[in-house]
């Protein structure tokens, strides 16, 4: 099939559609099924429904060992097949480290309600959990591929998998400018909201550095700035005393908020520091700009012109999931879901301080499948995230913004050609150095060989949860992946690995997918045999 939906307004700069996201940092698990991480890999500065590939018998080698000079269409020039792929053997999608699909598709769960499938991105869901990807010792990205067979008729899950150095808490970074916009408009007065928000924002005060600044400003129906950026220094109190003022009024003008929050957010600029907005709230808007569209201009003009970007944080059981998900999405930035005290502490002790630190603007990835082994192949997710191939290296096209500490996870299901073996894949992440703006490649590969075990084999664990998290998705979004197993199937085997591994956040899982499958009622599948801790290997 050709290629679905890599148009202009697939880029992230128009990425419109429901998605909250996150943060989670951590601890790390055990190793997938198979290995293709390529060691350095090469390192240069410088749709619903699966693709189909015309069958393509294996090229012999170019005369001489020289290199096959390459076509468009993926033929050499003397017509025979070529290891370089086709347009159609391509996938290219911006980094997304958001997780709050997840996150809310809990809490209606625990609440007794299934979550509207437009709802649920299986990104996101699967990169709420940290593999035990390894760490580049540089600035840039780690590159880690590997597989496993996921059923009968030639069926394998393939995964890439991207991380980025961890931050060094106590060492140097630049300073960051944060301006808080809080909502305190009436829905927020539900408890879980701007009680857990204050909470939030007090935990924080004692975790940034004196050299950090802190703004703050609150909205209902009209907005006001309750505190300038302001560097901590001697004034913890003053931020302190200013959250603690906070109050609910009446209706909802986010609109008001954002552009509020711009204005205190250029006024306090800092040269060489991390610039973010920080919007805090449920995102139902119902006063002034109800619709994202009115407000995205404004957020796209400070990130390009200051690079000031946006971090969404959403509470409340109704919540304006594709609203908020949109504002962050044009701002460069990322959302996340919390809905009690662990999950706050989380967020704005463990990682936000932590991750003001970037390691990659703009950065995005390019797979490329070899058509003499695969025939078919799908990308679990990134729907709103794809980009045109032919954009990959254009750096004009917005890409993803990627902290210290981040792991990224792509999900493909693949159809191996029968027979056929050698080359699978070949992943390329793109990016530029947040400081010199310089591009910077890296990549890493996979092989049949890496493919021949059984995904529900013994220790695979890592590989094994990331299969789950993107099953369990699907399933609740009526998707249909190859080999995915009943969610009965599916939350026996995330139990297990909870079992083996102590990590509580695992069990989560197991209980969410064990809710699921009580509020679809008995699903046909094989079936197979807290509190968020410190140092969980999954969290």
Known sequence: ?????????????ARFSATVAALLAAGLAVG??????????????????????????????????????????GTARDGRPSAAPAPDYLSTFALDVDTASYGYARRTLAEGRLPDPATVRPEEFVNSFRPDYPRPEDNGFSVTLDGARAGQDGWSLVRVGLATRAADRHGERPPAALTFVVDVSGSMAEPGRLDLVKESLGLLADELRDDDSIGLVAFSDQAETRLPLTRLGDARGRV???????????????????????????KGHREGATNRVVLLSDALANTGATEAGTILERIEEERKRYGITLFGVGVGSDYGDAFMEQLADRGDGQTTYVS????????????????????????????????????????????????????????????GEVGAGHTVTALYAVRTRAG??????????????????????????????????????????????????????????????????????????????????GSAVVRELAAAVRQADGLRGPAEGPSDEGELKSGDPYS
């Open 32 to 73: 997938g099924c198979g290995a293709g991480d390529d060691g350095s890999g090469a390192d240069h500065a410088t749709g619903e429904k699966a693709r189909t590939a015309p069958a393509a018998p294996s090229a012999p080698s170019a005369p001489g060992g020289g290199a096959d000079t390459v076509n468009p269409e």
């Open 420 to 501: 056929a073996s050698g080359p699978v894949a070949t992943a390329t992440v793109r990016w530029l150095d947040p400081a010199t703006r310089a591009p910077r490649e890296r990549s890493g590969s996979v092989g049949t060989a890496a493919l021949s075990g059984d995904l529900w084999g013994g220790g695979h664990d890592s590989l094994q949860l990331t299969a789950i998290t993107a099953y369990f998705a699907d399933a609740l979004r009526g998707g249909e992946l190859p080999g995915a197993p009943g969610l009965g199937a599916l939350a026996e085997r995330a139990e297990s690995i909870a079992g083996r591994s």
């Open 240 to 266: 302190r005393d200013a959250v603690a003022a906070l109050a609910t009024r009446s209706s909802t003008n986010v609109e008001a908020g954002v552009r509020t929050g711009y204005d205190v957010a250029v």
């Open 340 to 399: 009690d005290t662990a999950q706050a502490r989380k967020v704005f002790v463990d990682q936000l301080p932590a991750q003001v630190e970037l390691r990659a603007r703009d950065a995005k990835a390019q797979v490329a499948f070899d058509r003499r082994t695969v025939e078919k192949f799908r990308l679990i997710g990134y729907e709103n995230r794809e980009v045109a191939d032919e954009d990959f290296r254009d750096d004009r096209v917005d890409g």
């Open 1 to 13: 099939m050709g290629r679905q939906g890599k148009t202009p307004a697939g880029r992230r700069g």
